[in-house]
């Protein structure tokens, strides 16, 4: 197993930091990475200020997975921190984004959203049948002002935030459900969170990425952590060429892969391919965590307290995503030009 040794050479603390002093210096907006995976809770929150306004992105939290290799009582702890950064964040903004309804992406507290406007997935139509309770349970009666916002547009002066139309949280007819991705836009600057994209593993959502071309991306990485269970290796395989593709086709000069990948010390050896394309174009890849500065919790908790689930591994790499998705192919799991692409890498 090459992991382990090559995983926790990050960058030495507070190398990253200082990268990130300077994009807020020189940034039209100031964004604010409130609570993520790489800090040792689920969570994807973002806050944005832009002048016009202030926004805060999913505010959900849940503990770590049992494989996150921190003690309960560290889970416990950093749980109580970072809800209280979340719930200090929505009280001081004036607009909250739901890109679904999943409790790591919102807190089911009404009073956390009163007097707010909120810009939600939409609670009716494409969304499934969990959700939609929850949602119900958030929305019934919450005085709050809140707007669908699906495929819409909505402008807060120079300020203006887009979505997606519904996307699958993962791959096509997952129990999981629909996302909306969101992108924040101010003086020219683009600021793309992805939300649960899975990846992405499909194609149609990486064409909206490049599209977007966003300065800043958010991206929450494919969830090797539940490989053999609710991912395939195959759809691993798809969602790696698309953050290649992700890395060839844009000119984000912060691309940020934290959430889902977050979860398993062995992401730097899975993505391996990813983080050789990314050294090969000139790109760094960031966790919030090595942005500000520090180690990603779960490869800390890996050198301090050892392996949970997973103690032998290798690395993921070209040949061995070509046998999969030979493989894939052969059982007409996936067509023909998700090998060709993986033979170009």
């Known amino acids: ?5 090559r995983m926790v050479c990050a960058l030495k603390k507070g190398e990253k930091s200082i990268i990130y002093l300077l994009i807020l210096y020189y940034s039209a907006m100031r964004v604010e990475y409130v609570a993520f995976d790489s800090l040792g809770v689920k969570s994807s929150c973002v806050r944005v200020k832009t002048g016009d306004c202030d926004i805060v992105i999913d505010p959900g939290i849940a503990s770590e997975t049992g494989s996150f290799p921190l003690t309960s009582s ?18 001081e903004s004036e607009i909250i984004v739901l890109t ?33 309770v929850r949602a119900r349970a958030l929305l019934e009666g919450l005085e709050a002002e ?21 996307m699958w949280h993962g791959t096509e007819g997952t129990n999981l ?72 086709e844009t000119e ?8 889902h990948a977050l979860r398993d010390y062995r992401y730097m050896d899975l993505l ?11 790109v760094s890849l960031y966790t919030v965590a090595e942005l500000m500065g520090e180690k ?26 070509i046998k999969v998705l030979e493989n894939a192919v052969e059982n007409g799991l996936v067509k023909g030009e998700w090998l060709e692409k993986a033979r170009e890498l």
Not at 74 to 91: H, N, Q, W
Not at 148 to 163: E, N, Y
Not at 219 to 236: E, H, K, S
Request: proline fraction near 5%.
């Open 1 to 5: 197993m090459s992991g382990p040794d």
């Open 74 to 91: 560290e889970k416990m702890v950093l749980r109580r921190r970072y809800e209280g950064a979340i719930r200090d964040a929505c009280s």
């Open 100 to 132: 679904h309804y999943h409790y790591d992406h919102h807190i089911p507290d009404q009073d956390l959203y009163r007097g707010k406007v909120l810009l939600v997935k939409d609670p009716e139509n494409y969304i499934n049948r969990s959700q939609r």
């Open 146 to 166: 809140v707007k669908v916002a699906d495929g819409k547009t909505f402008r807060f002066g120079s300020t203006k935030i887009s979505f997606s139309k519904p």
């Open 177 to 248: 459900g629909y996302v909306l991705s969101v992108e924040v836009e101010h003086k020219g600057e683009k600021l793309l969170h992805t939300s649960d994209v899975d990846g992405p593993v499909l194609k149609e959502t990486t064409d909206m990425i490049v599209e977007a071309d966003p300065d800043i991306l958010i991206l929450d990485g494919p969830p090797t952590y539940l490989l053999g269970y609710i991912m395939a290796y195959y759809n691993l395989a798809r969602s790696i060429l698309n953050i290649c593709r992700i890395l060839e």
């Open 252 to 259: 984000t000069h912060l691309f940020i892969l934290d959430h």
């Open 272 to 282: 391996h391919e990813v983080y050789r394309k990314a050294e090969a174009s000139g």
């Open 296 to 321: 990603p919790k779960v490869l800390e908790g890996y050198l301090r307290n050892g392996p949970t689930r997973w103690r032998t591994w290798k690395s993921f790499r070209k040949e061995d995503i």
